[in-house]
């Protein structure tokens, strides 16, 4: 049996609504991203760097990112507690995936809204 010392009082409705919202997000981003580039052949770098200097397109995208990040830590989360059963060795590596998740979500917020 795992125990609940990872879960941080989560419920399992509240990981599969994170999947779902997140999924249909994500979902939506990809189809835009697809969509745009369909319908703009000669896509050359102003064109590219003027969609994403608008506010609403960041906005998108970091709701994007953070998405992807709720969405990758629930299914990682997921995984570590099915499949590692010692508590010390799934705390790290869960340690480890939240780390990653964080770095990558801070670099992408830097791309996104640096300089």
């Known amino acids: 049996m795992v125990t609940n010392i990872t879960n941080f009082g989560r419920s399992g409705l509240s990981d599969w609504l994170v999947q779902r919202v997140s999924a249909i997000i994500l979902a939506l981003y990809s189809l835009f991203i697809v969509g745009y580039l369909l319908f703009h052949p000669g896509l050359?770098?102003?064109?590219?760097?003027?969609?994403?200097?608008q506010t609403w397109?960041?906005?998108?995208?970091?709701?994007?990112?953070?998405?992807?990040?709720?969405?990758?830590?629930?299914?990682?989360?997921?995984?570590?507690?099915?499949?590692?059963?010692?508590?010390?060795?799934r705390i790290a590596v869960q340690t480890v995936i939240i780390l990653a998740i964080f770095v990558f979500l801070v670099w992408g917020i830097q791309v996104l809204w640096g300089a």
């Open 44 to 53: 050359d770098y102003a064109t590219w760097s003027g969609l994403f200097a």
């Open 57 to 89: 397109m960041r906005i998108f995208s970091l709701l994007a990112f953070v998405s992807l990040a709720a969405h990758a830590w629930v299914g990682l989360w997921t995984v570590t507690t099915d499949y590692l059963k010692p508590t010390g060795i």
